[in-house]
């Protein structure tokens, strides 16, 4: 099983930018699709962006513009960077790879322990 470790959180203030990393245990990024997804306190876990294996990327309209999620294949690594951060992007953030359609419905067995963000007015 590929193990995930998200890292790259912290304390930000409006308008500042963080960029996050997941690191996997083996390079599959090659053939899998990935997913950036966050989980607000009291909310359920959203899908942020998304890369699929061909590199076509999707965004939730609430990042659009502001987010980028990228990999690096040599390092085994996907990356979420985050511009103009606002208090409502405030959750911790996860990463994911799978299938497409796994990817999409955020539908896993099993997470990594996530990266809290914040971000202050």
């Known amino acids: 099983q590929v193990q995930l470790v998200e890292s790259g959180g912290g304390l930000v203030q409006a308008g500042g930018s963080l960029r996050l990393s997941c690191v996997a245990s083996v390079n599959i990024f090659s053939i899998n699709a990935m997913g950036w997804y966050r989980q607000a306190p009291g909310k359920q876990r959203e899908l942020v962006a998304m890369?699929?294996?061909?590199?076509?990327?999707n965004y939730a309209d609430s990042v659009k513009g502001r987010f980028t999620i990228s990999r690096d294949n040599a390092k085994k690594t996907v990356y979420l960077q985050m511009n103009s951060l606002k208090p409502e992007d405030t959750a911790v953030y996860y990463c994911n790879v799978g299938r497409l359609r796994n990817v999409a419905a955020g539908d896993f067995a099993s997470w990594g322990q996530g990266t809290q963000v914040t971000v202050s007015l």
């Open positions: 890369m699929t294996s061909t590199g076509t990327t």
